[in-house]
């Protein structure tokens, strides 16, 4: 022991990733205080480590610290808001402290960035279930009249004096309110035996000891009294009582919760067996190892539980077919985060085959939601879109709707398909506005910008741009701000690239078309000129004709009067001819 503590003292002396190896061992052991030793020395040496805290708040929670679990959670997020793992640890210490409603708030804003991650819609659920354990429905509250009321009462005796059965009838309503709570005892004392359990007999014990006054008088060493003492353990036992009333659905589960409300038609009414316990247990813990960042020992345990499993009957288990959707799902998420994508599909496929087996629409919902994913994440985005595409129909939230068209516009604008990209991108926005998230309407704007910009529509994708960087100066998102504000400025430029080049072609288009006109004008006046060349040389050999003519019949003894007559006739008769 003392050698622990000189160790402890002399600080770190190894590296950072065998600190955290030697504490994620521990964990998985079940010894929680030598893995937050561990852990503390690995943040000696990287004290903003994200992961490193987020283990050590685990830790701190399962030893009952909410406090430090809480400290530490918070401490991973600073920075980042968005780290969505020390979110969900902050939601579940949250929530272990009692503190319900603002779990459920921690737990939506996890589902929000990471809408995949069931551990979220788990979280929400219960909290639910909490809250609504803990307050009631409106209809079930009856208000009554316990308490001190004599102010009221005194503002009436001024207002009207009482009469003698007035005053009966006051009486007779005090002592059935002082019997209400005798009667009322038995079942609250049942209540709290059922919800302390094994704790009942001590607190019975702890009541007990009180009685003898002169043992609560004594003093204890540390200067208290025994009364102290008890009077803290019974305080202790009655918060835990009120906390488990209210977290009464810690272990409804999502898989349990199935199995009690809508498993499989034909054993609805079967209680569960012990092998139902013993794999429900093991199902949760596979899900924290995937969670907590340990996808291999998750993959490793789940192989294990499919075996076991599969070797049971279906009467010893009668949910055997969904217990084993579940594990090839889980197997399946640890394979994405492992890079085995090829691997990831055969146990997604293996949850889709079993899901339409028994006509599951919730399972096969969720399994093609994550063969899709896989499918995007290799490059093979046609597929993705056809797996998305039969998903389509089962979405039951316009969240879920908005992410849904959102993939699959993506994936349309990575084809090429910047129509269908821009459809799709139009859908996510109408349904990103009907639930009021501003974060998915961001996304969306840009969707469908990018895809207005690859068809070459460039003054539409700035106005979709403009929306979307008003979306995340809303949201107060910088990096979104300046991807966003260079998109913008580069579709900008390419509009006045695009003015300045239209401006240049219309005016070579002028130019030529002045060039065309100059040479019209220059053909038409040379052929103006030609036929009047031409005429004037016809007319001199009309007239050189003519004077030979007329000398030849001179020659021949004709008369100048009978030369003159041949002529004008000849002339009469080559008028018409010319017109």
């Known amino acids: 022991m003392a050698d622990d503590e000189e160790e402890i003292v002399r600080g770190p002396v190894c590296s950072y990733l065998t600190y955290k190896s030697e504490g994620d061992r521990l964990y998985m052991l079940g010894e929680y205080e030598k893995a937050i030793n561990s852990y503390t020395h690995a943040l000696q040496q990287e004290p903003r480590n994200r992961n490193c805290l987020v283990a050590r708040s685990r830790c701190y929670l399962a030893i009952g610290n909410t406090t430090l679990a809480l400290k530490d959670a918070e401490a991973s997020q600073l920075g980042n808001k968005e780290f969505y793992k020390g979110l969900y640890r902050k939601a579940e210490t949250l929530y272990a402290k009692g503190e ?97 359990g094994e704790l009942y007999g001590d607190k019975e014990y702890l009541e007990k000891m009180l009685l003898d006054k002169e043992l609560v008088r004594t003093n204890t060493e540390s200067g208290g009294t025994i009364q102290d003492m008890i009077m803290s353990g019974i305080t202790f036992l009655d918060t835990r009582t009120e906390f488990w009333r209210q977290q009464k659905p810690i272990f409804a589960r999502e898989r349990e919760q199935r199995i009690k409300q809508q498993s499989w038609k034909s054993q609805r009414k079967q209680a569960e067996s012990e092998q139902t316990t013993f794999i429900l247990q093991r199902m949760e813990e596979i899900d924290m190892l995937l969670t907590d960042g340990f996808p291999v020992e998750c993959k490793s345990k789940a192989m294990e539980l499919v075996e076991i499993v599969k070797e049971w009957s279906q009467r010893e288990v009668p949910n055997k077919a969904e217990f084993l959707g579940n594990l090839y799902n889980t197997i399946g998420l640890a394979q994405v985060e492992l890079g085995e994508f090829e691997d990831a599909l055969a146990s997604h496929q293996k949850d889709l085959q079993i899901a339409k087996k028994h006509d599951n629409l919730e399972a096969k919902s969720r399994a093609l939601d994550n063969i899709g994913r896989v499918y995007a994440r290799i490059g093979e985005f046609a597929k993705a879109v056809e797996i998305w595409s039969e998903k389509e129909p089962l979405t039951k939230s316009h969240l879920e709707r908005t992410w849904l068209f959102h993939e699959i516009g993506r994936c349309h604008l990575e084809l090429g398909n910047n129509v269908e990209a821009r459809d799709y991108g139009l859908k996510a926005l109408a349904s990103a506005q009907k639930t009021g998230d501003e974060e998915w309407k961001m996304n969306a704007n840009v969707l469908v910008a990018q895809a207005e910009l690859k068809e070459s529509k460039l003054q539409t994708a700035v106005t979709f741009f403009e929306q979307a960087l008003s979306k995340a100066k809303l949201l107060n998102d910088e990096p979104a701000q300046v991807a966003i504000s260079n998109a913008l400025k580069d579709s900008k430029n390419q509009i006045a690239l695009a003015e300045k080049v239209k401006q240049e072609e219309t005016a070579e288009l002028q130019e030529k078309q002045k060039t065309h006109r100059l040479r019209q004008t220059k053909t038409q006046s040379e052929d103006t000129e030609a036929p009047a060349e031409e005429a004037v040389t016809e007319r001199e050999k009309a007239d050189d004709t003519e004077t030979g003519g007329t000398a030849e019949a001179l020659e021949k003894g004709e008369t100048e009067e009978e030369v003159t007559e041949k002529e004008e006739t000849e002339e009469d008769v080559a008028t018409p001819k010319n017109e």
């Open 100 to 196: 319900f409603e603002l779990a459920l708030m921690f737990y939506h804003r996890g589902h929000k960035l990471r809408p995949d991650d069931h551990n979220f819609r788990l979280g929400i659920q219960k909290a639910r279930e909490a809250i609504d354990n803990s307050v009631g429905s409106p209809s079930s509250v009856k208000l009554d009249t316990k308490g001190d009321l004599s102010l009221f009462y005194r503002r009436e005796e001024k207002v009207v004096p009482k009469t003698k059965s007035q005053l009966r009838r006051q009486k007779l309503n005090m002592k059935q309110q002082s019997m209400k709570p005798e009667q009322d005892e038995p079942k609250t004392s049942k209540t709290v035996r059922v919800l302390l």
